[in-house]
């Protein structure tokens, strides 16, 4: 299986043409009868070595955070970030290996922020105040972030942009926390915000590639995938759908702003923002079938309802869309993919 990393990188060096690129580009898209940018390709798994490399990697990083962290926790923490630096070295800028690349970066971001906070030691950190301690978490965040930037020059994985993106967000609600102690009881506004702004930045992604056959529409799918629950989860939060109540008025609803949703995932071409919606979706629809009386059989009906209408929507997602793009206004088409039409035996 080659990735569009790989015909790009085919291109840049002169192994295969961008003409000839294109066409294998349109032969598989009319195979699977949709648009190939509508297939919304992602690179994880190029065969089971990925599996085995990425066990292999997180056995040997586990082994050296624990002995470290028996001596220091710093000390661990540092051994897992520069065996997960050493390993990308290889598995990542060589090998091109999508899930070792993806967990090695996840683990070198991850080791960076535990660095800052195990660094200022355990006796500071529990006598520390809550506005200190915000702080720290902001300074581990920024620490994160910084590491993200380094290891996006040097490897350029997709997935690494969401990641600074998320440290980012993470600094920021510290340091308003740290700021305003009291928001602390109202994030979901501000996490509602945020994931818009994340959204936003996915969108200058997407758009620097409609056609998404470079790797810039790999970070943007990431960065929609970040979005999503930032977005879906405030949302229905705010509404009251995570307290239980299942009221029809309240499930009818959570039903129409899942539609609004579908619409804009089929606007811009990206179904995350549908998959973090599902269990709010699922728990609106069985509370409506509870409250009709259909106790007994309530999850396996909504299972059915929402499984069916998910499979309706992806055989018919390009007309769908079509539609949704002729409705949008001629700035808005011009930003989002472009409708491919695909010609049919």
Do not use: C
Not at 172 to 180: D, E, N, P, R
């Amino acid at each position: 299986m080659y990735s569009e990393a790989d015909l790009e990188s085919a291109i840049a060096s002169g192994a295969l043409s961008a003409d000839a690129a294109n066409a294998l580009r349109d032969h598989v898209s009319s195979l699977r009868a949709a648009p190939a940018v509508d297939e919304e390709h992602f690179r994880l798994i190029t065969g089971f070595n990925d599996i085995f490399v990425s066990i292999a990697g997180i056995l040997v990083m586990v082994g050296l955070g624990w002995s470290g962290g028996s001596v220091a926790p710093f000390l661990g923490a540092a051994l897992v970030a520069a065996a997960a630096w050493g390993m990308a070295e290889y598995f990542t800028r060589q090998r091109r290996m999508a899930l070792p690349s993806i967990l090695f970066l996840l683990a070198f971001v991850g080791a960076a922020a535990a660095m800052v906070i195990t660094g200022m030691g355990e006796e500071a950190l529990s006598n520390a105040t809550d506005t200190t301690k915000s702080l720290i978490f902001a300074g581990a965040a920024a620490f994160a972030g910084g590491a993200a930037v380094l290891h996006w020059r040097r490897f350029k994985v997709p997935v690494t942009v969401a990641a600074g993106a998320a440290a980012l967000v993470g600094m920021a609600f510290s340091l308003v926390i740290a700021a305003f102690p009291a928001l602390e009881d109202h994030l979901n506004p501000l996490i509602f915000f945020a994931g818009l702004g994340v959204f936003a930045l996915a969108m200058r992604w997407d758009m620097s590639d409609r056609d998404r056959k470079t790797r810039r529409s790999d970070v943007a799918f990431w960065l929609h995938l970040l979005a999503a629950p930032m977005i879906v989860h405030p949302a229905f939060m705010l509404l009251g759908t995570a307290t239980g109540d299942n009221a029809v008025g309240n499930g009818l609803l959570v039903l129409a702003i899942y539609v609004a949703l579908a619409a804009v995932a089929l606007l811009v071409d990206r179904r995350a923002i549908m998959v973090s919606s599902l269990a709010y979706v699922l728990v609106a629809i069985g509370g409506l079938f509870k409250e009709l009386g259909a106790i007994s059989l309530n999850v396996a009906i909504t299972a059915l309802i929402i499984g069916g209408s998910l499979l309706m929507l992806s055989a018919f997602w390009h007309s769908l869309r079509a539609r949704i793009v002729a409705l949008a206004p001629g700035g808005v088409a011009a930003m989002v993919p472009p409708v491919n039409r695909i010609a049919t035996a």
